[in-house]
């Protein structure tokens, strides 16, 4: 089938030749006429944290007499090329350093605790160092770097250059290098990242937490994020419209013309479009538009999730200089605002979760496959949308729901109509707009102090229209948690009710009968996995579905509202992952929140099963308590029943306790009084058997057992494996109540990068990770001798108290002949577990020729300056606590010039403390263990151990 279609480029004419064709087989152009690379460079950074006040500790940044905003170039201390990061950590990203930290009931309790923020100065600034080559072929190319997100107020240099300041710790940002790299040499890439400042009042995480890559394209390109696809559908042919902006970043006019191809997931090619006769001047751009159809179009939808490639192909005479893909999805959405949701013209109701961006052991450094690993265990209990709150997520996140099938409502941080957040918006609209699981942006949540006013109405009114400026193909909402009936509720298309037991959702939509509606927060509910008696002592709460307050309904009470009116499109439960901070309603020592419907981990809570009952089409019986009320015995324990079946008949020990007819949306109860055996629970539909739920008092914990999510795994040094870890009795039955504590050992190519156990109270480490301490040189004295061959100056008690403070004068040629040698000397404290580290001395010449004595130990000879940066290994019996010395005889270092300095730094010494062993206790019988391939094949394994418990292991293949 051919068709014509005519379209217009800046009022220029131009026809397509648009073809939908079955059956070709699609190639990807080859390499060397496709120019574009995008490598992921995560790995081989330095890491060491900073300070945001004491420029001693933030390696003298900003600190030089002409600063890196007086003089291109100038970024000095660890922003410049030339800083020594030997003694740093070596991390590959994403990296967390708050997870890293440890609990203090100082630190900001909406945050989880963990040790950062304005009261730990110490640990609130992190700087990131990675040097990496640039080939003396890629000269002329357009060279960027993108972070997918750093938290927060990041600064970034290259080669010296400061390249920007990024205040957002959501925002994606990218910065054009291309014309400060050294081409066929080294290039080092500074960031500063400052925590101090909290965005949200939920754990953010610190530091380069997303991944970071390096684009090379031709000059002539394809903009970034400058690709937008949207579909229609009709009658089965789907109409694609493919946009492309075209930038040409060159000094010279460049001509063109632009091929749209779209493949399907098998690779077919199934319509393709090509303009052609396109000039863009110097610093142009253009966007390319291309209307392209597909018949008997495979939709996109949550139980379906069939993506497609669109391939952008820039030509300029014959040889391709730019090829970009980018992933889509054909569907349509729809709102009604009394029918709710379709998805492809069929109703959804939305069963939503709203989600915060970390998990268990990570933080928010989080491995793409963990991502997935949330989204599946959200889809096993039927939800079908996500909310990114509140702020736009990591790029992978949107990835995972494309490919799994989940609705996203993408968010925007905060609300307002400067050019900063309106250019913020702009920013996650332009970057996400291609995932087709986005239905919906919204500008912003709970504004309490605009929401219900006329500036409110104004704000959200204008931001509305902005966003729809951007895409028009999604629907725009706001959450709301009160003023419902004035400001943003009067304006907002898609009205997002947060929480609503003490709105009247009815009213609202008869005075606003066009309005569109949903819950965008839900079921505030607060519980501890596998708890059900409250502790308040402990910080537990049962974990029985109740409201919490007069202001929240239960999440029963909130899902048979949202059930029973067909004009609210579903809602958005408050939430699916536990996450740290806002440990509602406690304060220290809980540091995780308690509204999940899974833990941090992500193991379920039985609200999960009330929620898959009405959520999913499969039989579900669930019973709760566990059954282990050792003490107990004859008092009347609160049973219940999680079913979607039409009656459930519970028997304890085989003796029958009723059958009970299950309400639509509802629950059952019992109350029965507790004697030690098996409680089973029958569900059934139409009068006949569907299925069961048993539970069983077990015996004493005897072994510890491990359950990995994979078998096998990439050997990509990125793909992770999710491990539970239980507590079995003899009878290899899991015990509820087990609070054992195991520890973790790994062998073959694979490490571990996190343990939790959905204790929300639980203060373990979150991770073992080796410690750096980098001890420094003191103010170094100095005395000129005649030459190096120095005796007694180097000793350890040498007395130099009448010595000069070093580089007093300046170090030009006439000091070059007044001055044939010089003994400096310094003193550096070793701490008390100094000996329990790897001590290393990383070495920078202050001598033209110099040797090097530690505690009067010669440990350099006669280095000469032209062996740069050399290190030493320093034996623990050579050093000790307290007050230690370093001598350096050198002959002196010259100034090149008059501008010139000369290096007065001798170096530092790092103390490298190894990784403690991962360990963690079981919470409610279960933890969890994340494991990470190192990169390389083979079989990894896992052992768990714990006392008076057969230890046990698992194997991943990591392939
Ligand atoms: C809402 C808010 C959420 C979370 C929740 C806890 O008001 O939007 O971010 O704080 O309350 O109850």
């Known amino acids: ?43 081989g950074w330095r890491f060491a944290l900073g300070h945001p006040y004491d420029p001693a500790k933030d390696y003298y940044n900003g600190t030089g007499g002409f600063s890196y905003f007086a003089k291109t170039g100038y970024g000095d201390g660890a922003a410049s090329p030339e800083f020594d990061d030997r003694g740093w950590r070596k991390i590959n990203l994403p990296h967390d350093w708050a997870v890293e930290q440890s609990f203090s009931p100082k630190a900001s309790v909406s945050h989880g605790s963990k040790a950062i923020g304005r009261n730990f100065p110490d640990a609130s600034v992190g700087w990131y160092r990675k040097t990496f080559v640039i080939p003396a072929t890629d000269l002329g190319r357009h060279i960027s770097i993108a972070f997918d997100g750093v938290f927060r107020n990041s600064i970034v240099w290259v080669n010296g250059h400061y390249l920007g300041t990024e205040p957002s710790g959501y925002n994606s ?47 002539l390109h394809i903009a970034a994020n ?26 010279k006019a460049r001509s063109f013309s632009v091929t749209q191809t779209i493949v399907d997931s098998d690779g077919k090619t199934l319509a393709t479009g090509k303009a052609t006769g396109l000039t863009l001047k110097p610093f142009t751009s253009q966007d390319v538009k291309s209307v392209l159809p597909v018949t008997n179009p495979k939709l996109w939808s949550i139980e379906t999730p069939i993506l497609h490639r669109l391939v952008t192909t820039v030509e300029e005479n014959g040889t391709v200089t730019d090829s970009y893909t980018t992933r889509f999805g054909i569907r349509t959405i729809r709102f009604d605002a009394n029918e709710g949701f379709f998805l492809n013209g069929k109703h959804v109701k939305i069963k939503g979760t709203n989600n915060h961006q970390d998990h268990a052991g990570v933080g928010a450094a989080m491995p793409d496959a963990l991502q997935e690993f949330r989204i599946r265990t959200l889809k096993g209990m039927g939800c079908n949308a996500y909310r990114c709150s509140h702020h736009p997520p990591t790029p992978e996140l949107l990835d995972a729901c494309d490919k799994l099938g989940m609705l996203v409502i993408d968010e925007n941080r905060l609300m307002g109509v400067a050019s900063t957040e309106l250019n913020d918006l702009k920013r996650m609209i332009l970057r996400d707009r291609n995932h087709p699981s986005i239905i919906s942006w919204s500008i912003g949540n709970e504004e309490w102090g605009i929401e219900g006013n006329i500036t409110g109405a104004r704000i959200a009114a204008t931001m509305q229209a902005f966003a729809k400026s951007v895409d028009s193909s999604r629907y725009i909402t706001a959450a709301i948690s009160g003023g419902i009936g004035n400001g943003i509720s009067t304006v907002i298309d898609v009205l997002g009710y947060n929480y609503v037991a003490s709105k009247n959702t009815d009213e609202q939509h008869k005075k606003y009968p066009n309005q569109f509606s949903w819950g965008t927060e839900e079921g505030s509910t607060v519980a501890s996995r596998g ?33 029973a009116r067909p004009y609210l499109a579903g809602m958005f439960i408050w939430t699916g992952f536990d996450y740290r901070g806002e440990p509602t309603p406690f304060g220290w020592p809980s540091v995780v929140s308690y509204f999940g419907m899974v833990d941090a981990c992500g193991f379920p809570k039985d609200d999960y099963y009330y929620l898959k009952s009405w ?66 629970a029958i569900g059934y539909k139409k009068g006949a058997k569907a299925g069961n739920d048993i539970v069983k008092t077990t015996l004493a914990p005897a072994q510890i057992k491990l359950q990995a999510d994979r078998a096998a795994i990439k050997a990509d040094g990125k793909d992770i494996a999710v491990i539970t870890v239980q507590a079995t009795d003899k ?38 990770v080796e410690r750096v301490n980098l001890v420094s040189i003191g103010n170094l004295k100095e005395k000129f001798v005649d030459d190096l061959n120095v005796k007694a100056e180097i000793a350890t008690d040498y007395d130099d108290s009448g010595w000069q403070n070093a580089f007093k004068d300046a170090r030009d040629d006439e000091f070059g002949r007044k001055v044939k040698a010089i003994v400096y000397r310094a003193g550096f404290i070793m701490p008390d577990d100094g000996a329990t580290a790897t001590a290393t001395f990383f070495n920078k010449n202050i001598g033209k020729v110099q040797s090097i004595y530690i505690n009067g130990k010669e440990i350099g000879h006669e280095i000469k300056e032209s062996a740069r940066n050399t290190e030493f290994k320093l034996e623990a019996a050579l050093l000790h606590p307290g007050n230690n010395t370093i001598a350096v005889v050198a002959t002196p270092l010259l100034k090149a010039n008059i501008w010139a300095s000369v290096n007065t730094d001798p170096g530092l010494i790092q103390l490298l403390y190894p990784a403690a062993p991962y360990k963690r206790k079981l919470f409610s019988g279960h933890a969890q263990v994340i494991v990470q391939s190192t990169g390389q094949r083979g079989t990894i394994v896992l052992k768990a151990t714990s006392a008076g418990l057969k230890e046990s292991a698992a194997q991943i293949v990591a392939k």
Request: proline content about 3%; some cysteine; charged content about 25%.
């Open 1 to 43: 089938m051919k068709n014509k279609y005519i379209y217009i480029i800046k009022g220029v004419f131009c026809i397509l030749l648009l073809t939908a064709v079955k059956t070709t087989t699609y190639a990807q152009p080859s390499a060397a006429s496709s120019k574009r690379e995008h490598a992921c460079i995560d790995n």
């Open 173 to 219: 940002f990218e910065y054009d290098i291309s014309e400060y790299l050294n081409y066929g040499g080294n290039n080092v890439i500074a960031v500063r990242a400052d925590a101090t400042m909290e965005e949200g009042w939920f754990y953010e995480g610190a530091g380069i937490y997303r991944h970071v890559w390096l684009n090379k394209t031709d000059q």
């Open 226 to 251: 400058g690709t937008f696809v949207t579909t229609r559908v009709n009658n089965n042919i789907a109409d694609v419209t493919a946009t492309a902006a075209i930038i040409n970043s060159d000094k």
């Open 531 to 563: 708890i059900y008696e409250d502790d308040m002592g402990k910080q537990q709460l049962v974990a029985y579905d109740r409201k919490q307050n007069d202001f929240f309904y239960s999440l029963e009470q909130g899902w048979k509202h949202y059930a």
């Open 615 to 680: 959520w999913t089409d499969k039989t579900v019986v669930h019973l709760l308590p566990h059954w282990n009320w050792q003490g107990k015995e004859g008092q009347e324990i609160r049973v219940c029943a999680y079913s979607n079946c039409d009656e459930v008949e519970l028997f304890l020990n085989k003796k029958s306790l009723g059958k009970k007819t299950m309400e639509p949306n509802g629950h059952l109860e019992w109350q029965v009084k507790y004697e030690p055996g098996t409680l089973e």
């Open 731 to 768: 009878n290899a039955m899991g015990v509820p109540t087990a609070e054992n504590e195991a520890g973790f050992s790994i062998e073959g190519p694979g490490k571990i990068i996190g343990v939790g156990n959905g204790n929300q109270t639980s203060l373990e480490p979150d991770q073992y």
